[in-house]
T-cell receptor
């Protein structure tokens, strides 16, 4: 039973560039949430996708956008990268249907460095 | 406003000592979930426990135990007979509107170092 997978594991970009991060949820899960974790901080909620729609959004600018595909996998896109976007980006999956238990299972993360 | 406070930034203990990690939360909801996650140096967050607001029963899982007290809005985590492999950052998190897959609000984490 595969867990949550994310790609790539590491990424280096320069300011102003655009980046796409990918996530495949745990088998049987239908909901994907994205978090940003700066060094020494707790994760910050970016947004959550269910049924290919953004269901909730945290306090992040429109430069952060996402998508969920029919197979429940998801992408996080960040445009016009800033130095402050350097962080570990975590994807979490969970199961919403039938009164989901809200146990979010996390992937290993993508370490993004913006130079 | 929802908030999770983990007042202990870093804790260092010697192997086999017991250690308690504190978590205090704020919420206006009567229905919510509380979580603990472990983040080892590899970075992946590992789910440890979920507790809903209607269940104040303490829970024990091996060397881990959790004490949930609504009266003090606390959800503390104790590791008994700590081991070096317990070294990690531990996060407490809150989710409102239980059963509806809401976002998690996280504390800043407590970095636990267990020394041999």
């Amino acid at each position: 039973d595969a867990g949550v997978t994310q790609s790539p594991t590491h990424l280096i970009k320069t300011r102003g560039q655009q980046v796409t991060l990918r996530c495949s949820p745990k088998s049987g899960h239908d909901t994907v949430s994205w978090y940003q974790q700066a060094l020494g901080q707790g994760p910050q909620f970016i947004f959550q996708y269910y049924e290919e729609e953004e269901r909730q959004r945290g306090n992040f600018p429109d430069r952060f956008s996402g998508h969920q595909f029919p197979n429940y996998s998801s992408e996080l896109n960040v445009n016009a990268l800033l130095l402050g976007d350097s962080a570990l980006y975590l994807c979490a999956s969970s199961f919403l249907k039938r009164g989901g238990r809200n146990e979010q299972f996390f992937g290993p993360g993508t370490r993004l460095t913006v130079l | 406003a929802q908030k999770v406070t983990q007042a202990q930034t870093e804790i260092s203990v010697v192997e086999k000592e017991d250690v308690t990690l504190d978590c205090v939360y704020e919420t206006r909801d009567t229905t919510y979930y509380l979580f603990w996650y472990k983040q080892p140096p590899s970075g992946e967050l590992v789910f440890l426990i979920r507790r809903n607001s209607f269940d104040e029963q303490n829970e024990i899982s091996g060397r881990y135990s959790w004490n949930f007290q609504k009266s003090t809005s606390s959800f503390n985590f104790t590791i008994t007979a700590s081991q070096v492999v317990d070294s990690a950052v531990y996060f407490c998190a809150l989710s409102e509107n239980a059963g509806n897959n809401r976002k998690l609000i996280w504390g800043l984490g407590t970095s636990l170092a267990v020394n041999p």
